[in-house]
């Protein structure tokens, strides 16, 4: 545990900002000293005024006013919002969390890349599809000679989705190809990104299929350590990523299906497409406030 705890504020009280704040609360290196938005009958704002924690309604504007010291700020509004945003927390000095699909901060996924965090101004936590799909095509990319196609297809549940996800559909796509290409090498034009949206069935955690192919024949058992070895690594921060059967492999095709079980923090526990981005920002709040804390230490300590 740390000695301090890094001041924190979340912009944006919806489902995924309020999830957030449980998260924040719950961790020794997060101090959430403020939770912005525009409405302080939401029921996310009424959830932080029971918990204690400082709220306004002035949403970018309780930042930009400072009257709130943040060392970061979880941007949980919209990927057009962010764009504004972003200018002004590199102008404070704040360093942003990036929730929406905007592709303006650096694209993380913290079981691929965590260190180094601390020297970006902006992350990118990419999309849920990103958060889910990358870790495993990222091991596939190493596994397997040259992919020369990459499908995603996630499916989650129409009670997790909410009107900013919809309103940022093609932005969705565009940043998880793009973290797609980023940590796998394959072109954007070999990309292929599906969301389904289940309306009909009752409730169930987010899917995601992977299917990569290449020229040169795999085998099946030759995945098994990597593949057990990425899980394990999502897993640290991700309890509930699971691979949902054994990889299959068919000449130079692999397809791999996982699931993703949320915490249910405040967000139902079917809800893992939510849970994951938050999870996976999270943990790279956490690396950033260990980095920031040791660095605060040696500096104290060269002036001592």
């Known amino acids: 545990m740390l000695d301090e705890k890094i001041k924190v504020g979340i912009l944006g009280t919806g489902k995924i ?88 901060g650096e694209c993380i996924v913290p079981a691929i890349e965590i260190d180094g965090v601390a020297a970006h101004k902006n992350v990118s936590m990419i999309s849920c599809g990103g958060q889910s799909s990358i870790p495993i095509a990222y091991m596939l990319s190493v596994a397997m000679p040259e992919i020369k196609q990459l499908k995603v297809s996630s499916v989650v549940a129409g009670e997790s989705i909410g009107p900013a996800t919809i309103a940022n559909i093609d932005e969705y796509y565009r940043n998880t190809k793009f973290g797609l290409s980023k940590y796998t090498g394959v072109a954007d034009s070999d990309i292929d990104v599906e969301l389904i949206v289940d309306d009909i069935n009752p409730p169930s955690d987010m899917r995601t299929t992977i299917y990569a192919e290449c020229d040169t024949k795999i085998e099946a058992e030759s995945l098994v350590s990597p593949l057990e070895d990425i899980l394990r690594r999502v897993q640290r921060y991700v309890p509930g990523y699971r691979l949902e059967r054994k990889p299959v492999a068919e000449g130079g095709s692999v397809r791999v299906d996982i699931s993703v079980r949320g915490l249910g923090d405040y967000l139902p526990e079917y809800a893992g497409n939510l849970d994951i981005i938050n999870c996976a920002a999270i943990a790279v709040a956490e690396e950033f406030a260990r980095t920031k804390v040791s660095q605060r230490q040696t500096q104290s300590l060269a002036f001592s």
């Open 17 to 104: 900002g309020t999830d957030l704040l449980i998260k924040v609360l719950r961790s020794e290196y997060l101090d959430c000293r403020i939770f912005a938005g525009r409405n302080l009958n939401s029921p996310g704002m009424q959830k932080a005024a029971m918990l204690k924690v400082p709220i306004s309604d002035r949403g970018i504007e309780a930042f930009r006013s400072g009257d709130y010291e943040c060392d970061i700020v979880f941007d949980a509004t919209s990927a057009a919002y962010h764009i504004e945003h972003a200018q002004i927390f590199d102008q404070l000095g704040i360093f942003a969390i990036d929730m929406t699909p905007s592709q303006i």
